[in-house]
């Protein structure tokens, strides 16, 4: 579903990706693991057309991503939860999640609504309150939730698991693994490799911008898990 082939990202004279080449196949949860500075963000940034490639290509359900500007690659199905929460804090929670909706006609947002006060029932219980009044780990439920509206073909999660105290952790796995029953495609960062490898089916581990190994969970764990990556 997802091919990125020799891919280059850079910061003005600031390497931040080195020709990097991943696959992700329709129906996986794969994790890009690595210590804070590594490359994932920049990678999963230029997924989704945040920043600009150096050099290589991306490309999404056989389709070349390179001219398609953000919004444009979320409507072609690339759903994006970003590192941070990064919730509208002046908004309701429902307002929040159905930001994520927008463009897909009222018949559509319900039954996206429906679904995920269903998943989530943090969301039907506070759905009038401000999204800025919750804490961390209800924010990031919320940013899931958004990311999830449109029925994304592929979902690319940023450091969901980022300052939240275990029962987040857990929380927000349960979340994930609610997403992988629906059949999502998913395309993960994450330093905290312990909770995040009980969600994937392959890995890849970087470092300085480049993969230093790649392979099912059983085989990558040990250096994932190694001091020096996280």
């Not at 070349?64 to 759903?79: E, F, K, M, Q, T």
């Amino acid at each position: 579903m997802l091919e990125i082939d020799r891919l280059e990202v850079r910061y003005g004279g600031i390497t931040a990706l080195r020709g990097i080449s991943i696959e992700v196949k329709e129906g996986e949860t794969v994790l890009l693991v690595g210590a804070n500075g590594a490359g994932k963000s920049s990678l999963i940034n230029a997924v989704m057309g945040l920043v600009p490639a150096e050099s290589g290509t991306i490309r999404f359900a056989n389709a070349d991503l390179s001219s398609l500007s953000c919004d444009r690659r979320a409507r072609a199905g690339i759903g994006y939860a970003p590192e941070g929460r990064r919730v509208f804090p002046s908004l309701s929670v429902t307002d929040n999640v159905l930001a994520g909706a927008f463009g897909l006609g009222r018949a559509r947002q319900s039954e996206a609504l429906s679904w995920l006060h269903e998943s989530f029932p943090l969301l039907a219980e506070r759905g009038n309150q401000l999204a800025g009044q919750l804490s961390g780990g209800e924010q990031q439920i919320v940013a899931l939730a958004r990311a999830m509206a449109s029925f994304p073909k592929l979902l690319l999660l940023d450091e969901p698991f980022l300052g939240l105290a275990p029962v987040w952790i857990a929380r927000i796995s349960e979340a994930i693994r609610a997403m992988q029953r629906l059949g999502t495609t998913i395309l993960m960062t994450e330093q905290m490799a312990r909770p995040a490898l009980k969600l994937a089916t392959r890995g890849y581990v970087i470092r300085g911008g480049e993969v230093r190994r790649s392979g099912p969970v059983a085989e990558i764990r040990d250096l994932a898990l190694a001091d020096e990556y996280l």
